[in-house]
């Protein structure tokens, strides 16, 4: 899970999809395509509206994108069109390309919508990351799980 700074939205993808997947034996992780938050925990807001939904990201930390995450993991969720451009920078060849994908794109295939940040705004945002993520993990779980 990828977003720029990584302490909004993919901390909350990270969490929800680890908490979906935890009888699965799935490795989660989460990432930015800054290192500005990097070691800093996820956004008081973000773990707010987790715990809300009993989701636990108060672990999580925030940590750069790095190339030997294509090695690492078999897919690479991407919230928005800028962080997906930036990763695929990054990959090594057209085969690691492929492991990077929009979240969205799995409940509007090919519709390429973005996961709105946050950041900026006010809770009602985080609200709203946290419902369209949720819907996605459920999808990534029933087409992967």
């Known amino acids: 899970m990828v977003c720029l700074g990584n302490i909004c939205r993919s901390p909350l993808a990270h969490g929800i999809l680890r908490a979906k997947t935890k009888e699965l034996g799935w490795e989660i992780d989460s990432a930015g395509t800054s290192a500005f938050h990097a070691g800093e ?72 919508n973005e996961v709105p940040d946050p950041y900026y705004g006010g809770e009602h945002g985080f609200e709203i990351v946290y419902q369209m993520l949720n819907e996605a993990t459920d999808k990534i779980v029933e087409k992967y799980g």
């Open 41 to 112: 925990g996820p956004d008081p807001r973000s773990v707010a509206i987790a715990r809300r939904y009993n989701v636990n990201i108060r672990d999580l930390e925030s940590r750069q994108f790095d190339p030997i995450d294509f090695e690492n993991f078999d897919l690479i969720y991407a919230m928005d069109q800028s962080n997906y451009d930036n990763i695929l920078k990054l990959a090594p060849n057209d085969e690691t390309k492929q492991k990077v994908k929009l979240i969205l794109n799995e409940i509007t295939p090919g519709e390429n």
